[in-house]
């Protein structure tokens, strides 16, 4: 076997394993790494190590830092409850608040699972509550998490740039996140439309005695939303939204560790896309600044850091380094670029973007497969840009997949009485997501060639 597929193999080798038990794939990858990089390539350790992406870990690691500390202090509970009241309790536009209040939250930093976890079960308890289809209620929440996961201050959009840094591509954030968003919010609409009408009457759920039914809904829902919090003030009071009655309290009143979380957001928003300083150390200065005005608030912030997602990124892109050492991704990507239409091996690649992320971490894709687009971009004519917001679309739209952390959040908050047959719609509408996300993505971004 050529030393260029060595690497293909240890590749292989990680996936089974991380989806036949519970091994972080980060971890596998930096096993791989050291392995593959001293037994078969003759690396060092030190430069196996000088492809750790610490520019990506400190956006991570900061990004959710920060997010952590507003959701502790209870800013994002308030802008969950003030989405919900401005509705005035319209049965109709309650999967439309989750999804913009998931693509706010995921726009503004959040990563799209710890978004996901903080919305799906309030989203879930209405969604039973008024005899809302489940499916789509996640599903809403799902693609508004990953509509609003390429802006600029995003996790994800942090990412690729900061991979493009280390690479000779280079595409437009903004067009991107515009574009990436607008694909997620039309499939939103489409199944929206789908499956609702004017009263978005549920087909999974079974009929159960109404004030049951609200008595148990309303109960999770307004456990998860107080759930949230480790200091008092607004954010400490439960979800009076999901009663019959509207509420008559009146707005909530913003305390001042609120008022300033919700500044600190906006200047790291302005520092970071007008000024173009760095996400990561602007995120961690608020963060920093937030936590020492107000220590109570982000007691336990440390440890809500995504952890996790910093070892799947580290070690996976740690992984891909010894993967271009190895001239592994050249080789592919020749054999890409070898395809006699390149709008063809574009295709290939939001294909095995879309199928691989059923099963794989959204992050972890983004890691493998842009590298590997870059020969195939380097020798075509179709637009980085371009090529990289199709894979975001490809990779976003089929993340509501049971087998996603995403998907998995759905199916463990849905309220229903067959969880299989929960579990096999979405299994059905991730299916239709394989062929259609690539398939669009790839028509009407890469095709045209206008960007």
């Known amino acids: 076997m050529s030393i260029v597929w060595v690497p293909v193999l240890a590749l292989v080798v990680i996936f089974v394993i991380a ?54 202090n209870g800013t994002v509970d308030l802008l969950v409850r003030g989405a919900v ?9 309650l999967p439309w608040v989750m ?24 989203a879930l ?20 998490a990953q509509a609003g ?65 609200r008595s148990a809904s309303a109960g999770s829902a307004g456990a998860l939303v107080g759930a949230g919090h480790t200091s008092g003030g607004a954010g ?43 996400l990561g150390f ?14 109570q608030g982000q007691r336990d912030a440390v440890s809500k850091i995504s952890w996790s997602t910093v070892l799947l990124l580290s070690g996976v892109l740690t992984f891909v380094a010894v993967l271009e050492e190895a001239g592994t991704i050249d080789r592919v990507g020749s054999m890409v670029t070898g395809i006699e239409s390149a709008l063809l091996a574009a295709l290939l690649l939001c294909v095995i973007g879309a199928v691989v992320t ?20 380097l020798q075509s004519d179709v637009s980085a840009t371009a090529m990289v917001a199709a894979l975001a679309v490809a990779v976003t739209l089929t993340d509501i997949s049971p087998f996603s952390t995403n998907g998995a959040l759905v199916l463990a908050n849905a309220n229903v009485s067959d969880p299989g047959r929960m579990y096999r719609s979405m299994l059905v509408y991730t299916g239709a997501l394989c062929v259609l996300a690539p398939l669009a993505a790839w028509t009407f971004i890469v095709v045209p060639g206008w960007i």
């Open 99 to 122: 999804f913009f209040l998931s693509a706010t939250l995921t726009a503004v930093g959040a990563f799209s699972p710890a978004a996901v976890a903080i919305i799906a079960p309030v």
């Open 236 to 278: 400490s009071a439960p979800v009076d939204d999901t009663g019959d009655e509207p509420d008559r309290t009146g707005p909530d009143r913003i305390t001042l560790d609120q008022g300033l979380t919700l500044l600190g957001l906006v200047t790291m928003v302005v520092l970071t896309v007008g000024f173009g300083m760095d």
């Open 358 to 377: 059923v099963f794989a971490s959204t992050t972890a894709m983004l890691g493998l497969v842009i590298p590997l687009a870059v020969p195939f971009l």
């Open 125 to 144: 308890g209405f969604a039973a509550r008024h005899r809302i289809n489940p499916l789509l209620m996640g599903a809403m929440v799902v693609h508004g």
């Open 282 to 295: 602007v995120a961690m200065s608020v963060a920093v600044t937030l936590a020492v005005l107000f220590p």
């Open 85 to 93: 009241r401005a509705v005035g309790g319209r049965t109709e536009a």
């Open 19 to 72: 989806i036949a038990f519970p091994v972080n794939m980060g971890a596998l990858a930096f096993v791989a790494a050291f392995l593959v990089g001293t037994l078969a390539l003759s690396m060092s350790s030190s430069e196996i190590i000088a492809g750790f992406p610490g520019d990506l870990v400190l956006i991570l690691i900061a990004v959710t830092y920060l997010f952590a500390i507003a959701q502790g």
């Open 149 to 213: 996961s390429f802006s600029p201050v995003s996790i994800y959009g942090g990412i690729v740039n900061g991979m493009e840094q280390n690479l000779p591509i280079a595409s437009s954030t903004l067009t991107v996140f515009v574009l990436n968003f607008t694909f997620n919010l039309c499939f939103a609409l489409g199944l929206y439309l789908l499956l609702g009408n004017s009263r978005i009457t549920a087909f999974i759920m079974e009929k159960t005695p109404g004030a049951a039914r």
